[in-house]
């Protein structure tokens, strides 16, 4: 069953997986790289089935639309998912659901869930009430990892939300020994990951986002409740494993990272 986090006490967690099992997922990611392509179904936004483990959990929030009317929460909604569910399936043990689902930051059922991802988080415009939901969430032992967002405004965007949330902890660089990128694999080495834009425009960058950036919020035990990618997009890579023009560096990075981030959510 994927782990519940209890609302009913502030000490409570998220249940962890025994060492043993972390171990035989470290070996398990190792197998074979590079991705194959990856085939995309219908998705589904139903809950986890009765044997799973983990959901991939993408989050709902207030925020500006797209051109045309779309959320800008479901950018890559379903494929980016499909395809990372896909590959997990392949390069760990991971009982993961086979589909994905999107949840409002108001929902319950929120706090059943270890792991949610959020896209173009420059342009959230988070209520007071999702506000103080999403700093329970985290504070109780979720973990948000934050994707698809580039440039000065929007860094400027996506900061007015979080000091929002947590107006008393800074955003600080990840450092390079952290657990969170050695869990299955060890990412010594960082690299931009551009989204798909990048075969047309030549550019691994968007607007003036030149430089990618690993940052993080710590609780106060040091675990890393949010993990930002800022300058880079992991879900265009995730989506387009099987576009021959885009590079493969790209696509077995943002995976690994994936993998990582899940994994740490589910130990820490």
Excluded: C
């Amino acid at each position: 069953m994927v782990p519940r986090m209890s609302r009913n006490s502030p000490s409570s967690s998220f249940r962890r997986v025994t060492l043993d099992r972390v171990a035989v997922w470290r070996l398990a990611a190792l197998i074979a790289l590079p991705i194959v392509a990856l085939a995309s179904d219908t998705t589904v936004n139903g809950p986890a089935g009765p044997n799973a483990e983990f959901q991939f959990i993408r989050m709902q929030y207030t925020g500006t639309s797209l051109f045309g009317g779309r959320e800008r929460w479901l950018t890559d909604w379903p494929e980016a998912e499909q395809h990372l569910i896909r590959g997990i399936k392949r390069l760990t043990r991971i009982n993961i659901a086979e589909e994905g689902r999107y949840l409002s930051i108001m929902d319950d059922s929120l706090f059943d869930y270890p792991w949610i991802y959020a896209v173009e988080v420059g342009h959230w415009a988070l209520t007071d009430e999702e506000t103080v939901r999403l700093r329970e969430y985290l504070l109780r032992g979720g973990f948000l990892m934050v994707d698809d967002f580039h440039g000065t405004l929007e860094w400027a965007g996506f900061v007015q939300g979080m000091h929002r949330i947590f107006p008393d902890r800074a955003i600080v660089d990840i450092p390079p020994d952290d657990a969170v990128f050695h869990v299955a694999y060890d990412i010594d080495e960082h690299v931009q990951i551009p989204g798909i834009q990048s075969l047309y425009s030549g550019r691994n960058y968007e607007k003036d986002g030149f430089t990618p950036q690993w940052r993080g919020i710590y609780d106060d035990d040091g675990r890393l409740m949010v993990v930002i990618n800022f300058n880079m997009d992991l879900g265009d890579a995730w989506e387009h494993a099987d576009v021959p023009e885009y590079s493969l560096l790209y696509t077995t990075r943002a995976y690994k990272y994936a993998i990582d981030y899940i994994l740490y959510s589910m130990t820490h």
